[in-house]
Nanobody
Framework: QVQLQESGGGLVQAGGSLRLSCVAS????????VGWFRQAPGKEREVVAG????????WYVDSVKGRFTISRDDALNTVYLQMDSLNTEDPAVYSC??????????????????WGRGTQVTVSS
């Protein structure tokens, strides 16, 4: 089964950028749809972006459209989340998750079976 490891989180000023990486091991990531989720203290987990296996389509929650970009490099077994124009609504633990049997748009409808441990994103005003 696939194992996922996130990296790239940290502290950034409002308006700044971060790029998160989700590296897979144990299986080839190209057969999985991958989503980025986030959870802030006291809030429910939400899916922010997803990318279909093969990179054939992407999906974003409205609050990040135009600011975040999800992409994948299957040769590197990696999915990225480029986050620009970060604001004070974005701090959370960001986790990637993978599922063979869903689409980018639907990855938040059920709980994907494979998850990384998450990486913290903090935004200072």
């Amino acid at each position: 089964q696939v194992q996922l490891q996130e990296s790239g989180g940290g502290l950034v000023q409002a308006g700044g950028s971060l790029r998160l990486s989700c590296v897979a091991s144990g299986d080839t990531l190209k057969i999985y749809t991958v989503g980025w989720f986030r959870q802030a203290p006291g809030k429910e987990r939400e899916v922010v972006a997803g990318v279909n296996w093969g990179g054939t389509g992407t999906w974003y929650v409205d609050s990040v459209k135009g600011r975040f970009t999800i992409s994948r490099d299957d040769a590197l077994n990696t999915v990225y989340l480029q986050m620009d124009s970060l604001n004070t609504e974005d701090p959370a633990v960001y986790s990637c998750a993978a599922d063979k049997h869903t689409t980018a748009r639907a990855i938040g409808f059920t709980t994907p079976p494979y998850w990384g441990r998450g990486t913290q994103v903090t935004v200072s005003s």
